[in-house]
């Protein structure tokens, strides 16, 4: 298993290992985004499992692009301290972090931000669309945005940023034609599709200069009618290459797809067969671009993994709900218990969070405490 545990670097992070922490919603920020200890520990806690790349959250740029409940924002200045709290929490025990950055668009959530919610195209429900459709002068507002909250999180500590373009969300809405239905030079073709992430991308890049690590995450499959194929996927990761990307995370699925689409699956993974959500559009990804890639979804067991790096299909192992039920997964691999993660993929994490409390495994502290 040496592959999997040896030391890497992306545009000189250092990281101890292959195994990367892909950002979720833990649901412990507070009502305005702010950072609090109890999400510190959280992510310090990764970092005491020995997992070598942390990436956090999911990091609304503006107010109306904030998607959940108690979710951690980077729009504003006045969220510094609590960022550099949480960078220093990890590296205070011997992690690596980054932050994601996001836009939930059309699925922003109007109820807690009081403001109604952006995409690049109407989107009906019931006959009246829940959204306003972007201009230009909106376009590059929010590229802006984006910059300017990786610019905060180079400053408060962070070792990179991801811009997150996956899961319905509205970066991922402006390259699926499923929700963009635009006629200017941002819809259409994939090459004007791309056109807005692309522009992130690059501002990003000029904000926090050449040797910060920037990061992306795409969808290779949205699982909704008339969405990107998985070709459309791949030419993209090229793209974002060209682009100055570091490395890329390979996702798919949004809300919109339903509970067997969704980027969280539910059903347990009982053999390695059904393991590796995305493999096939991995090895398209993998044959037009040198690109690190890290690969997330379903995988649940050390030898999955190890012959997902070996083959040299990607380079990363990306894990979520499996962190959220053992924080220590990694560690216990390293120190020989091969045992599968005990994650069972019931989605009951959620609940927690969406009662306000936070993510937690309620699943694995029942069968804790019925051992105890």
């Known amino acids: ?3 999997l545990f040896e030391a890497t670097t992306i545009n000189g992070m250092s990281l101890r290992n292959r195994f990367v922490r892909s950002a979720t919603w833990e649901g412990l920020a507070g009502d305005d985004g702010s950072v609090t200890p109890r999400l510190v520990e959280m992510v310090a806690e990764l970092a005491r499992g020995e997992v070598g790349l942390i990436i956090s ?20 200045d006045a969220l510094l301290p609590g960022l550099a709290a949480m960078a220093q929490g990890v590296h205070d025990a011997g992690g690596t972090i980054a932050l994601q950055l996001a836009h939930a668009g059309n699925q922003g959530n109007a109820a807690l931000t ?24 909106g376009i590059a507002a929010l590229v802006a945005a984006f910059a300017q909250a990786a610019a905060r999180a180079k400053i408060t500590g962070y ?70 194929t998985m070709e459309d996927s791949a030419q993209v990761v090229a793209m974002l290459r060209a682009a100055s ?14 509970e067997a689409f969704m980027p969280a699956r539910k059903g347990k993974i009982k053999i390695p067969d059904q393991e590796v959500y995305s493999r096939e559009a991995a090895a398209l990804c993998r044959s037009m ?17 190890q012959e997902l790096i070996r083959s040299g299909l990607v380079d990363y192992i990306s894990m ?20 599968p993660a005990e994650c069972v993929s019931d989605n009951a994490c959620y609940g927690p969070g969406f009662a306000g409390e936070g993510i937690r495994c309620v699943t694995f502290e029942k069968k804790r405490a019925r051992k105890a």
């Open 114 to 137: 009081g403001l109604r919610p952006v995409g690049p195209s109407p989107c009906l429900v019931d006959g009246a669309s829940i959204c306003d459709t972007l201009d230009k002068s």
């Open 245 to 258: 990307v570091d490395a890329v995370e390979l996702s798919g699925g949004c809300r919109p797809a339903g």
């Open 289 to 305: 671009t040198d690109v690190p890639l890290m690969l997330v979804g379903g995988i649940r067991s050390l030898d999955v993994a």
């Open 159 to 228: 070792d990179a940023v991801q811009v997150h373009a996956a899961h319905g969300y509205l970066l991922n809405q402006f390259l699926s034609p499923a929700w963009n239905t635009r006629t200017d030079e941002y819809g259409g073709a994939l090459e004007n599709r791309a056109r807005m992430l692309l522009e992130v991308v690059r501002s990003v890049r000029e904000a926090v200069g050449p040797d910060f690590p920037v990061l992306a995450k795409i969808n290779t499959g949205d699982f909704v009618e008339n969405s990107q």
């Open 57 to 76: 959250s999911h990091a609304f740029v503006t107010r109306e692009g904030q998607a959940g409940l108690k979710q951690v924002g980077a729009y504003s």
């Open 320 to 339: 979520c709900r499996p962190l959220i039920s053992e924080p220590g997964l990694i560690k216990r691999w390293r120190e020989g218990d091969a045992r």
């Open 1 to 3: 298993m040496a592959e």
